[in-house]
């Protein structure tokens, strides 16, 4: 799908220097924003996690309200939307990795339209498989939303299905990690859980959303350590993301299970965060 509209560094333009840093070493962050009724959805949080990642890498991160009042200005114009934002490192000033004081972000702000998508993905939940490509373990970049997402194109590239929505992912230390494009959460014993981020992985905005409505509705959650062994004993597994919200898990490798009540708790929690009310998938773009 191609984007609806394109800006770099707060101009309509495609046109990115072949010299970015971006383009050359991955040298960036990104976030994905999903965008309703012309709003965007949980905004300061993707600011805030985009601002982190900055400062953990040393990007100058844009200054002031640029940043938010492009996207808000970009998802305005469409009632439903999604906004992918890159923040690179810019214009590499020498050739090799070190980076310069003199080097100056790029920052390149799409707009997409939004899926179309089978309501009953909501309501019955998807098939998931489990990727045969591991993650590498590097603590100095867990968490981060940052551009190099090899293990995940490759991981992505092991199936053609479309009846398969996702794979889920393992460490090089056979920890269960997240999804190529999502977190994971398992439920056991009345308990939420999804495994920690310290290692690898990608800290998602809904799996912050999603652990603070738990807190909220007093459901037990964790986060831990997992394997295998709590795949297979798992009563539910759901997906998170910034476009699917709480996706459930009908298949995994094919064993079937069932849409269970906590995961449609949390569906339901978050429906009303959004819009004050349950309403439909169609209404509430969960995609």
């Given amino acids: 799908m191609n984007p609806e509209l394109v800006w770099v560094n707060g101009r309509p333009s495609g046109e990115v220097s072949a010299l970015d840093r971006g383009l050359h070493f991955g040298d960036g962050l990104f976030e994905t924003i999903g965008c309703v009724h012309g709003a965007p959805r949980f905004l300061e949080l993707h600011l ?80 998931v498989r489990v990727a045969d490509q591991r993650l590498g373990e590097n603590p100095a970049l867990a968490g981060l939303k940052h551009c190099n997402r090899l ?18 992912m393992y460490s090089s230390s056979a920890a269960l990690i997240s999804g190529t494009m999502s977190n994971v959460f398992l439920v056991r014993d009345e308990r939420l859980l999804t495994p920690r981020l310290d290692r690898c992985g990608v800290a998602g905005v809904m799996r912050r959303v999603v652990l ?36 459930p898990v009908r298949e995994l490798g094919g064993r079937a299970l069932a849409v269970g009540p906590l995961t449609r708790a949390l569906q339901e929690r978050l429906a009303r965060l959004l819009h004050g009310g349950a309403r439909g998938p169609e209404e509430r773009g969960d995609g």
């Fill in 48 to 127: 805030e996690r985009l601002a982190a990642g900055s400062e953990r890498l040393g990007l100058e991160a844009p200054r002031g309200g640029t940043l938010e009042a492009e996207v808000r200005a970009l998802a305005a114009e469409s009632p439903r939307s999604i906004i992918k934002v890159l923040v690179t490192r810019g214009a590499a000033v020498a050739r090799g990795y070190a980076p310069s004081a003199a080097e100056r972000p790029t920052r390149i702000t799409l707009r997409y339209a939004w899926p179309e998508e089978d309501p009953a993905l909501w309501h019955e939940g998807v098939r």
């Fill in 151 to 168: 293990e995940q194109v490759l991981a992505r590239a092991e199936w053609t299905d479309p009846g398969i929505a996702e794979a889920l």
């Fill in 212 to 247: 603070a409505e738990a807190a909220k509705a007093g459901i037990a959650a964790e986060e831990r350590t997992l394997g295998s062994g709590d795949l297979a004993a798992a009563r539910e597994v759901f997906l998170t993301n910034a476009l699917m919200g709480v996706r």
